[in-house]
């Protein structure tokens, strides 16, 4: 499974960016999707996760600001993020699970700064 994420780029605080992450390869029926976040000297956290039936679970710091969703096809799952602050500044990564194994897309850098 190869992960392509996008999206990323800088925005004034109270703005808004849609990071996506693209799957191919071969994609089970049964996977999760998460988007993680990692602040320079800081430890990587996850931000959101939707399972392939739609259950979603959102950290308690973006929780009522970001949105996670996917396309029809189910191959893209989008972070739609508002109401952005500096410190939602970090490198975002999406990460696919599927039988135990995970795959990380490349990471795409958010920059809220005035």
């Known amino acids: 499974v190869q992960l392509q994420a996008s999206g990323g780029g800088l925005v004034q605080p109270g703005g808004s960016l849609r990071l996506s992450c693209t799957a191919s390869?071969?994609?089970?029926?049964?996977?999760?999707t998460s988007w993680y976040r990692q602040a320079p000297g800081k430890q990587r956290n996850v931000v959101a996760t939707?399972?392939?039936?739609?259950?979603?679970n959102y950290s308690v710091a973006v929780k009522g600001r970001f949105t996670i969703s996917r396309d029809n096809a189910k191959t893209t799952v989008y972070l739609q993020m508002n109401s952005l602050k500096p410190e939602d500044t970090a490198v975002y990564y999406c990460?696919?699970?599927?039988?135990?194994?995970?795959?990380w897309g490349q990471g795409t850098l958010v920059t809220v700064s005035s």
């Open positions: 990460k696919h699970s599927q039988s135990g194994v995970d795959y």
């Open positions: 390869g071969r994609i089970f029926s049964v996977n999760v």
């Open positions: 939707m399972t392939n039936t739609g259950m979603i």
